[in-house]
């Protein structure tokens, strides 16, 4: 039996892509158990760049709290290119203890899904691949 280095990268990719948004969903249901939801706006992008040169541009949205006060918050994720503001009117989730943990419910739902997809096409090729070189 060969071993194919290529199927088995290509399945650990897969499988990491998947670690990735499972951590990455137990992340946000842990900061956000006390959650509140609300309608937000998109009132621009503030630019950020990171240690390696990178750009990341991060959402500053406008939500009001549960007793009326209106708050603006800078998005912790970033993002490249900047998020347009074609719609700036968005759902959010906030903690009820500290306002400032947020998270777009469009924005994660959208990256947690083209991790999935790309993982899922990482461990169909690696399986392909090794299914190819041993039985064909």
Same mark, same amino acid.
């Given at each position: 039996?060969?071993?194919?280095?290529?199927?088995?990268?290509?399945?650990?990719?897969?499988?990491?892509?998947?670690?990735?948004?499972?951590?990455?969903?137990?992340?946000?249901?842990?900061?956000?158990?006390?959650?509140?939801?609300?309608?937000?706006? =998109?009132?621009?992008?503030? @630019?950020?760049?990171?240690?390696?040169?990178?750009? &990341?541009?991060?959402? #500053? $949205? +406008?939500?009001?709290?549960?007793?009326?006060?209106?708050?603006?918050?800078?998005?912790?994720?970033?993002?490249?290119?900047?998020?347009? =503001?074609?719609?700036?009117? @968005?759902?959010?989730?906030?903690?009820?203890?500290? &306002?400032?943990?947020? #998270? $777009? +419910?469009?924005?994660?739902?959208?990256?947690?899904?083209?991790?999935?997809?790309?993982?899922?096409?990482?461990?169909?090729?690696?399986?392909?691949?090794?299914?190819?070189?041993?039985?064909?």
């Amino acid at each position: 039996m060969d071993i194919n280095y290529q199927a088995i990268l290509s399945c650990l990719g897969g499988i990491i892509l998947f670690l990735f948004v499972i951590i990455r969903k137990k992340k946000d249901k842990a900061i956000l158990n006390d959650c509140i939801e609300t309608d937000a706006f =998109l009132i621009g992008n503030e @630019l950020e760049h990171g240690s390696h040169g990178n750009e &990341y541009y991060h959402p #500053i $949205i +406008k939500f009001q709290l549960q007793d009326g006060e209106w708050v603006t918050v800078k998005y912790t994720e970033g993002y490249y290119p900047a998020k347009k =503001l074609n719609d700036p009117k @968005l759902r959010v989730q906030y903690s009820v203890l500290d &306002y400032k943990k947020v #998270i $777009i +419910k469009d924005y994660a739902n959208q990256l947690n899904i083209i991790l999935l997809t790309a993982g899922l096409f990482m461990v169909l090729y690696g399986l392909f691949l090794f299914y190819k070189i041993n039985f064909a």
